[in-house]
């Protein structure tokens, strides 16, 4: 079971709203990611979580507020969002290891996040 | 110049077609390398691992030369079902992708 689930699939806010976007896999995976996908582009990454501790931040606006309060969750917390934050955010996970084959990252199927 | 470089296309190909997809990487030291496709309005959904020497799986071939660096992905007798974005990713760094722009492919009828 390669299952990655994301919560909403659907998301509309306006710029004064407070949301969170959820992600949750049960494949044992100790690391996680958020990506941001615009139209007719590639996944840009934004965050990655190794062992619930933040690894990576991609310099990403502070409007953005990554958690991850277990190995199996992570949230994304969206606050005071421009119109350009519009986009499909992607969760993903991976093992942590190292090696052939190992870092193998699942996608969720994403939020499709419109900011009016 | 970017990291992951791929043709745009799209290519169109009749179906039974044989395709192949070229894409290029920049950094000599990177070790892992994959051909992931994402349907329209989808998720990147992993296609396979590109090894050294080379792999196959079923209809689909990839490739990678490293004195070159440059990855490639056959697709043998094109599907419909085939259309999609053929996105080549190499890790850049520990846990870290980079996605190329991505090829995108139409097999039509």
């Known amino acids: 079971d390669t299952e990655v689930t994301q919560t909403p699939k659907h998301l509309v806010m306006g710029m004064t709203n407070k949301k969170s976007l959820k992600c949750e896999q049960h494949m044992g995976h100790r690391a996680m990611y958020w990506y941001k996908q615009k139209a007719k582009k590639p996944p840009e990454l934004m965050f990655v979580y190794s062992y619930e501790k933040l690894s990576i931040n991609e310099s990403v606006p502070s409007r953005f507020s990554p958690e991850c309060p277990n190995s199996s969750l992570l949230n994304l917390h969206l606050h005071a969002l421009q119109p350009e934050d519009s986009a499909l955010y992607l969760c993903a996970s991976s093992q942590v290891r190292m090696g052939l084959g190992k870092n193998i990252q699942y996608f969720g199927a994403g939020t499709r996040l419109s900011v009016l | 110049r970017k990291e992951v470089e791929q043709d745009p296309g799209p290519f169109n190909v009749p179906e039974g077609a044989t395709v192949a997809f070229n894409c290029t990487y920049s950094?000599?030291?990177?070790?892992?390398f994959f051909w992931y496709r994402q349907d329209c309005r989808k998720e990147p959904k992993l296609l396979m691992s590109?090894?050294?020497s080379g792999n196959e799986d079923g209809r689909f071939t990839a490739q990678l030369n490293r004195a070159s660096q440059y990855i490639s992905l056959l697709i043998r007798d094109s599907k419909l079902s085939d259309s999609a974005t053929y996105l080549c990713v190499v890790r850049g760094g520990f846990q870290k992708l980079v996605f190329g722009t991505g090829t995108r492919l139409l097999v039509s009828p």
């Open positions: 950094n000599s030291a990177s070790q892992s």
């Open positions: 590109v090894y050294s």
